[in-house]
């Protein structure tokens, strides 16, 4: 499933918000985001996030290695659904790879979702 969100016509230069899930087995699955994650995309990354951490019995990636900015409202939005996962007992991680940009950004703020960050 791949899910494509047009940024906003005010807007040309930013990139449209992808996301894709791909389910490893029955319990895991990934969650694969690129572009901009912006106050456009953010809605709809939290719906998808809420339906899968709520479906998932025990854990969830959020790939974001091919994010090309993340702004305010996403980074509230990983946090969010990093408080979720804690409550509903699923293992939430954040992947960054090379996306400096994205860790940089989440370096800055002291929120929850650090605590689930790899390389």
Do not use: N, W, Y
């Not at 040309?12 to 490893?24: A, C, F, I, Y």
């Not at 969830?60 to 979720?84: I, K, N, Q, Y």
């Amino acid at each position: 499933m791949t899910i494509v969100v047009s940024s906003s016509t005010q807007c040309p230069d930013l990139t449209p918000l992808r996301l894709s899930v791909e389910r490893l087995d029955h319990d895991h699955l990934v969650i694969r985001v690129a572009g901009d994650v912006d106050a456009v995309g953010t809605p709809r990354l939290r719906e998808l996030l809420e339906a899968k951490l709520r479906g998932v019995t025990r854990a969830v990636v959020l790939d974001l290695s091919a994010v090309t900015f993340l702004s305010s409202a996403g980074l509230s939005e990983l946090d969010r659904a990093h408080l979720l996962a804690a409550e509903l007992g699923v293992r939430f991680t954040v992947h960054v790879g090379e996306a400096r940009q994205v860790r940089r950004v989440i370096e800055l703020f002291p929120l929850a979702v650090f605590s689930a960050v790899d390389g």
